[in-house]
């Protein structure tokens, strides 16, 4: 078959189709209006969430198209991003329709969709919501794969450019609102997953029953042509690379880098992520939050509003609404235990809804704070990127099990059950890390349960930076001093601390506030709490932190820095450091021999 010669597209004929098109459409809609074809479903009670894979599809996300027109693709894969929400999960009953535009709805703006390319008379043309194609392809294919029927399908009439070949079976099915719709059916129930990684996205349908017909090949084609290859549809041209510059759709390119922008995204400032990022992503566009206090007239001393921005690169993206709502939220909730973590979680929630809102669609790597990490993963915003994460902390499904096992062990201790997390937050966290290219952590705990957590991902540790301080002597006396560095939660080990310290002569300080137990320190002669004022090392002979969980150990590394002895649970994350004693958390007489220790050394 002879392809027909491509012309450059006319004022006239553009005019033409969008009259045609928009009668065509109004005409569908008041047909559906009148006598719907098919219903949306969705998500419903994922009875059908573990059934075997019948069928699975993948295409490749990125490798489609020319390198010069990188801007439709990233738009391309955000409005994939946006409608993978309207068709994951949902769970269709036996012989019912699924439509395409049905399920989707209108792609508006408003909605999230952006300028991606659309095959139009032989072009690759920028349209909003452009690009749906490639799921309606992937859909066509993985139903025809599972053996069902597509009561609907309508082929282009042209081929993009692609890195490889399509699969010898793969189904073209091309869409445009609302009339040129794709529908099928099944003989059973089935379900469908829709997944977007870093480079490909994945379709698969789940069913209980076996193949409905047997899978027959079908090759790519254009509609109502059964016997036309593949080789038949001729190659579109582009509008951001064709030479055709006198033509009324030509667009300038644009000059945006063939593998994208890296856009960081962070909460709470370390000085170790802070290094990290100045060595590895010097230029990248980096989202933080507005550093808000109660004394709003003095800003804080550390942040990442005080890290300097390279020459050329553009100011820090800063969400000032969310991060007021963060700061009053956090200050309501200030003094009630459990609903303090719930507050911070929100804040954390809200701030990671901010930085999504303000991704670009060429932003094609993610480096993202841990705690953001399973909000963006709610919203989709991590779909179709390369993910590293800055892991502060241990996954939350661990953080649950130490504090269970802890609440075992004490259980009169109300503070160990005090809050849990949303068992969703818990599975999007696990499903966030999952997809994760790569973790940078200095914890040495964190990054071996991350390790667990995320074996696909390459691992960094980093080292921990040590304050500034003078150095201190340990003070051996006969009532050798124990500084406990933390506030007197039973999380942070305080109830290991004062079993291990009865019945031997020692004075006990706490850096932090009191605990609401008054009988914890009984037995223990002198006890201090310094509410992390002053120096809480002066004098020290040991400082103990025998934590079940702790990210952030600061106090810890001031004693390291100022040459004090320290003995430390393995969940500090401090492995190998010269002058730290570990021992496992839980473990009261390995606590008191290595206090002893440290104290007669």
């Not at 209108?106 to 690009?131: I, N, Q, Y």
Request: aromatic share 6%.
């Amino acid at each position: 078959m002879s392809v027909q010669a491509w012309q450059p597209p006319r004022r006239i004929d553009a005019i033409d189709f969008w009259l045609r098109s928009r009668l065509l459409a109004t005409a569908h809609a008041l047909r559906e209006t009148l006598r719907p074809s098919a219903r949306r479903w969705r998500d419903g009670d994922h009875a059908l969430a573990d059934a075997p894979v019948l069928a699975q599809y993948r295409t490749p996300l990125w490798s489609d198209g020319r390198a010069d027109e990188f801007p439709l693709v990233a738009g391309k894969v955000q409005n994939l991003r946006v409608a993978r929400r309207a068709f994951d999960a949902i769970e269709v009953p036996a012989d019912e329709l699924l439509s395409f535009w049905r399920q989707l709805g209108r792609p508006g703006a408003w909605r999230g969709f952006v300028v991606g390319r659309e095959l139009r008379g032989g072009c690759v043309v920028p349209t909003l919501a452009g690009g749906l194609c490639q799921l309606s392809n992937a859909l066509a294919t993985v139903a025809a794969r599972a053996g069902f029927e597509l009561v609907e399908r309508h082929g282009h009439t042209a081929r993009i450019e692609q890195a490889g070949s399509a699969d010898h079976d793969a189904v073209d099915a091309t869409v445009f609102w609302n009339y040129v719709d794709l529908k099928l059916r099944a003989k059973h129930a089935w379900r469908l997953e829709v997944e977007l990684t870093a480079t490909e996205l994945v379709l698969r349908i789940r069913a209980r029953s076996p193949l409905a017909t047997p899978v027959a090949a079908v090759a790519l084609r254009r509609s109502g042509e059964e016997s036309a290859a593949p080789q038949a549809l001729p190659l579109a041209r582009g509008c951001l690379s064709c030479d055709q510059t006198a033509c009324f759709r030509h667009r300038p390119a644009v000059d945006v880098a063939p593998q994208g922008r890296t856009g960081v995204l962070v909460d709470a400032w370390t000085p170790e992520f802070a290094r990290y990022l100045q060595a590895h992503h010097p230029g990248a566009d980096r989202m933080q939050p507005v550093p808000l206090r109660l004394a709003f007239w003095r800003a804080p001393r550390l942040g990442w509003h005080r890290e300097p921005v390279p020459e050329g690169v553009a100011p820090a993206t800063s969400p000032w609404a969310a991060s007021l709502r963060r700061a009053l939220w956090q200050r309501l909730w200030a003094r009630h235990a459990g609903r303090r973590q719930a507050s911070l979680i929100d804040g954390q929630r809200w701030m990671a809804q901010a930085f999504a809102a303000r991704l670009k669609p060429e932003h094609t790597q993610l480096v993202v704070d841990q705690a953001l990490l399973p909000h963006l993963q709610r919203t989709g915003a991590l779909d179709g990127r390369r993910v590293t994460v800055l892991a502060s902390a241990l996954p939350m499904a661990e953080i649950e099990r130490r504090l269970d096992a802890a609440s075992d062990r004490w259980p009169g201790d109300a503070t160990l059950r005090d809050f849990r997390v949303d068992p969703a937050l818990v599975r999007a966290e696990s499903m966030g890390l999952a997809r994760a290219a790569a973790v940078v952590t200095p914890h040495a705990e964190v990054a071996r349960q991350l390790a667990k957590a995320a074996p696909q991902a390459a691992l960094s540790r980093l080292d921990w930076v040590l304050p500034g301080t003078k150095a201190l002597a340990a003070r051996r006396e006969d009532l050798p001093l124990v500084v406990f560095a933390a506030s007197a939660l039973a999380r942070k080990g305080a109830r290991e601390l004062a079993a291990a310290l009865q019945g031997w002569p020692c004075r006990l300080r706490v850096l932090g506030s009191p605990s609401d137990d008054v009988r914890l320190w009984q037995g223990i002669g002198h006890v201090e709490h310094m509410n992390w004022q002053g120096d809480g090392l002066a004098g020290a002979s040991v400082v103990a932190l025998p934590a079940h969980i702790e990210h952030a150990p600061r106090a810890l590394l001031r004693a390291v820095a100022a040459g004090l002895p320290v003995v430390a649970s393995t969940a500090c994350g401090l492995a190998a450091w010269p002058g730290v004693r570990e021992v496992a958390a839980g473990d009261v007489e390995a606590l008191r021999a290595a206090l002893q220790t440290a104290c007669n050394t």
